[in-house]
């Protein structure tokens, strides 16, 4: 049975790169992604020719409760199921500010993308996965994209944090919810990853790698989250679950 998994944000970037590894590992996957298919055709089209019946593309906001139904509907629909779930929309800030001037704007959307979304399309998700029993050793797995921000701070994009450590948390509260019913919980925690969210940076980041910023001297890149999803949706971690992987070339470890 060809497993299924559904990716948010899934058009670009990480979302991408993950979308493709787990067509590349076998999977059906359904995307939701706010942008419209003709902003990221290249992409998508590469997603199509690796299999036009495994492949769905569902435009909508993860923010949304009626665009979360529909995801959910469509891929049932076409795939007959849902095995895998990878949380990775989320947003920065539109504008960096102190974390005294932040504003309720701000806050309120970066929260709501980031955090509030992945939690309410996580309880579909679940309640699917529920119906359908186990398939092979497990019921499902979840699969939280957050971030090196869930614990270190950045005081000009405090929303951003603040959503981060929130999905940490809710990775911890599902994995203690869900074990018992089969379903495994993971989160990724990504470095600094070449993508459009990191751009704006990169003259930043690469004074930083000059002077030697991280053990492992690069920048990350998308392919190293998807193989870290990868490798936490198969079976090779049966006995794991609320746990993190930081991929972030060892930016974690405290040096002097």
Not at 200 to 223: C, H, M, S
Request: hydrophobic share 40%; net charge neutral.
């Amino acid at each position: 049975m060809r497993k299924t998994a559904i990716v948010t944000g899934g058009s670009r970037g990480i979302g991408f790169a993950i979308a493709r590894q787990l067509m590349m590992d076998g999977y059906s996957v359904a995307i939701l992604d706010i942008n419209s298919p003709s902003d990221y055709r290249h992409n998508l089209d590469q997603l199509a020719e690796m299999g036009e019946d495994a492949f769905l593309y569902v435009q909508g906001d993860v923010r949304c409760a009626q665009d979360r139904e529909h995801l959910i509907k469509e891929t049932v629909d076409k795939f007959g199921g849902i095995h895998v779930l990878v949380n990775n929309a989320g947003i920065a800030p539109r504008v960096r500010r102190d974390l005294l001037e932040m504003t309720e704007e701000s806050f309120d959307e970066v929260i709501a993308t980031n955090t509030k979304g992945p939690l309410f399309l996580t309880q579909l998700v679940v309640k699917q996965m529920l119906k359908q029993g186990f398939c092979g050793k497990k019921r499902g797995t979840i699969v939280n994209i957050s971030s090196l921000s869930a614990e270190v701070s950045s005081i000009n994009r405090g929303e951003y944090c603040i959503s981060k450590a929130g999905l940490s948390m809710l990775t911890t509260l599902l994995a203690d919810r869900l074990a018992p019913e089969g379903i495994l919980v993971h989160e990724v925690r990504p470095g600094i990853i070449a993508t459009d969210m990191t751009m704006p940076v990169k003259a930043k980041y690469d004074a930083l790698f000059e002077q030697g910023l991280l053990p492992i001297n690069r920048w990350g890149t998308p392919e190293d989250i998807a193989n870290a999803v990868s490798a936490l949706v198969s079976d090779k971690f049966l006995y794991t679950t609320g746990c993190y992987v930081n991929v972030d070339g060892g930016l974690h470890i405290k040096r002097l």
